[in-house]
């Protein structure tokens, strides 16, 4: 499985002609329970990837939605590992849809790179995004993940020249990940019209399927985005929808699903021209 | 011990240590900025710049004082005082700042932001921002402005904003995250003045460069007045600038014993500490591979120390470098041992140190009778103890 899971995904969005919807959700967020409620609810709401956060110290990539999930992570307790535990319970219901772990890289240190790799594959994790690990440093924990077959999904930005993009796209797998706005997550917009050539550039210097994330909360900039990428990623208006829940005393799954729902139909609701395209 | 040392190498990396662990988004930058960084430092006319404002500016070089009376008191080798504290600014900080600052100006960077703990790199970004006519905004955890507010008000008089952080312990870590944060949002105009040996390459390298002045100014002085070098050279660490500064031009000196002091706060075997190496472990964060204090999950754990310049959970690349190979020895000394220090030498030499130099001096007294009469030590003394008093007040019952 792993990256065959991956690859099976998109091929078979492709046929349909349309964008990958991928929610990000942090585990242990606002609990246990609740963010396997959340979890298990995502692929009904229409999440055909999902991208699950492990919370961190110190993120320094995140704004301030998603700093606040990884402190009510910790919070609860969690950390990479029982993140990973998660999505062993979802797989006991779910051996289709790609789980892509995403954090920073310390954690992983902490454990060891062969150690986590192993842990991850027992979890049935397909891919992981680690923000704070480079190409330039990303050989032994490539090497580990090899071993068991998980992509490492690497990270396209508004910096990246043509010359960079051949690093960052080398020997990788799965898809891409298009950070479209440079900066934090959920502080700036993403514009389509912007991130469409770079998109198309990407795609082109990897053979591989481009998901575009940061800066997308509406079901209008969804769609928007739909029309041009491979997948998009929708992550802050998410876990927004978990601390309005918190500070409103409620259940957390049915707003953060609901809120899935809006913005996945809104993903379905265009073609991509984008993925006919692709080879 | 080879007698070439020629770190980092050209990964960045001193050892295991160090390496570039950033956003994408930010690569190109840290690439951008070690090509220029490699430019300048072949540039003649780049030095002899600094040189200048070196000079003329911050008040180099600053003196080797004979510490007699410390030296009496220890009853052990001569003791010297490395006087950064006369430093423009105060501190050792305006080295590495001044250096950083005309940088940014070669590369056409029009806007600068730094972090800072105690407030003194704060102090110093700003001061070199006001002199070259460049905006600045300091990131400063909201906890350490309230312990230093005579620092955030002279930032404030420099023309500075300063940015109180609430995230996390709001300390100096958060601090250093939010700087990430705005330097990748806004990566076209900003230019990143960190204030210590770490980060990602080449800022470890390329802060140890800037802050070498002391140990060359030490060599050469310690030449003149002792006739020959130190058997030993003492400084405090929080990410360790000041110390790698004045340890680097030492480094194939084997004769002469390199010794940086940690923060024990209330004590090594307690929680609240600041040392990486003694109470620390590798992993990775802030852009390097270094000790960092970290629980069994790998999330960052708060330092404490009562000097907010040392309280940083990591320590620079080179000096986890420099422990691992034994080149250079790493101590600790609690509060209660700097406050001590603190008093005694400003009863003893009318000189009032910062804390973080109080750290080292806590431990200098037995380094000299371990070196012994005739012997030769110097202490690295970082900064002035202005900023502190009211904090140190606070600790002896004393109502300012």
């Known amino acids: 499985m792993t990256t065959a899971r991956i690859d099976a995904r998109f091929k078979a969005l492709k046929a349909q002609g349309r964008a990958a919807f991928v929610p990000y959700v942090m585990g242990g967020d606002p609990s246990r329970e609740e963010a396997l409620a959340i979890l298990k609810g995502l692929p009904a709401a229409g999440a055909d990837i999902i991208e699950l956060g492990f919370p961190f110290s110190d993120p320094m990539a995140e704004g301030p939605p998603i700093q606040k999930a990884a402190i009510r992570g910790l919070a609860a307790g969690f950390g990479l590992r029982s993140t990973m535990d998660l999505a062993r319970e979802f797989r006991k219901q779910d051996d289709a849809t790609p789980i892509i772990l995403m954090g920073y890289l310390n954690p992983i240190e902490s454990l060891g790179y062969d150690a986590f790799a192993d842990y991850a594959a027992a979890s049935g994790v397909d891919g992981l995004i680690v923000v704070d690990c480079p190409p330039e440093e990303a050989a032994p924990l490539v090497e580990a993940l090899d071993k068991v077959s998980i992509s490492l999904i690497r990270l396209a930005t508004p910096t990246s020249d043509d010359a960079r993009l051949k690093i960052v796209v080398q020997g990788t797998s799965g898809f891409v990940y298009y950070v479209a706005v440079a900066g934090v997550t959920g502080v700036k917009e993403a514009d389509a019209d912007v991130v469409a050539p770079a998109v198309a550039r990407v795609r082109a210097a990897s053979g591989l399927p481009v998901a575009v994330g940061f800066g997308i909360k509406t079901p209008e900039r969804a769609a928007a985005i739909a029309r041009v990428a491979d997948a998009v990623v929708v992550g802050s208006a998410l876990v927004e929808e978990v601390a309005a829940a918190v500070a409103a005393n409620e259940p957390a799954a049915p707003r953060v699903l609901a809120k899935v729902k809006l913005l996945s139909d809104a993903v379905r609701s265009v073609a991509s021209a984008s993925v006919t395209e692709t080879v | ?400």
């Not at chain 2, 705005?182 to 900003?190: E, K, L, R």
């Not at chain 2, 230019?191 to 140990?215: E, L, N, W």
């Not at chain 2, 194939?252 to 075997?269: C, Q, S």
């Open chain 2, 1 to 400: 011990m080879p007698n070439t040392y020629a770190w980092p190498d050209a990964q960045g990396r001193f050892g295991p240590y160090g390496g570039q662990f950033v956003a994408e988004t930010l690569m190109p930058l840290i690439h951008e900025l070690d090509a220029a960084y490699a430019a300048a430092k072949a540039d003649p006319s780049f030095q002899a710049e600094l040189d200048g404002f070196l000079t003329h500016y911050v008040g180099r070089e600053s003196p080797l004082y004979f510490a007699e009376r410390l030296t009496k008191h220890f009853g052990g080798a001569n003791i010297w005082l490395k006087r950064e504290d006369l430093n423009h600014t105060g501190a050792h900080k305006i080295n590495n700042c001044m250096g950083q600052i005309l940088l940014a100006r070669r590369m056409g960077k029009t806007r600068i932001i730094a972090e800072t703990g105690a407030g003194q790199h704060g102090v110093a970004s700003a001061t070199v921002a006001a002199r070259f006519g460049l905006p600045c905004t300091v990131y400063m955890g909201a906890v350490d402005v309230e312990r230093q507010q005579p620092n955030v008000f002279r930032m404030r008089l420099l023309g500075t904003e300063v940015f109180p952080v609430t995230a996390g312990a709001a300390t100096l870590k958060d601090a250093m995250n939010e700087a990430m944060r705005d330097w990748v949002t806004n990566v076209a105009d900003t230019y990143y003045i960190i204030g210590t040996a770490a980060g990602p390459h080449p800022y470890p390298a390329m802060v140890r460069d800037f802050q070498s002045v002391i140990g060359k100014e030490i060599k050469v002085q310690s030449r003149a007045q002792m006739g020959k070098l130190p058997e030993a050279v003492v400084a405090c660490i929080g990410g360790g600038s000041n110390a790698i500064g004045a340890f680097h031009p030492f480094i194939e000196d084997e004769g002469v014993r390199l010794i940086g002091v940690e923060a024990a706060g209330y004590g090594l075997d307690t929680p609240d500490h600041a040392a990486s190496l003694k109470g620390g472990r590798p992993g990775v964060l802030h852009g390097n591979r270094t000790y960092l204090l970290q629980d069994d999950d790998g999330n960052i754990v708060e330092g404490h120390s009562i000097s907010a310049g040392l309280d940083y959970p990591g320590i620079g690349p080179e000096h986890a470098w420099l422990h691992d190979i034994g080149r250079a020895e790493y101590r600790s000394a609690t509060d209660a041992e700097a406050l001590e220090a603190f008093q005694l030498c400003s009863k003893l030499e009318g000189i009032i140190p910062a804390l973080e130099p109080s750290h080292a001096l806590a431990r200098t007294g037995e380094v000299a009778r371990e070196v012994g009469k005739g012997g030769d030590v110097v202490l690295l003394m970082s900064g002035r103890g202005d900023k502190d008093i009211f904090q140190v007040a606070k600790h002896l019952g004393v109502e300012l």
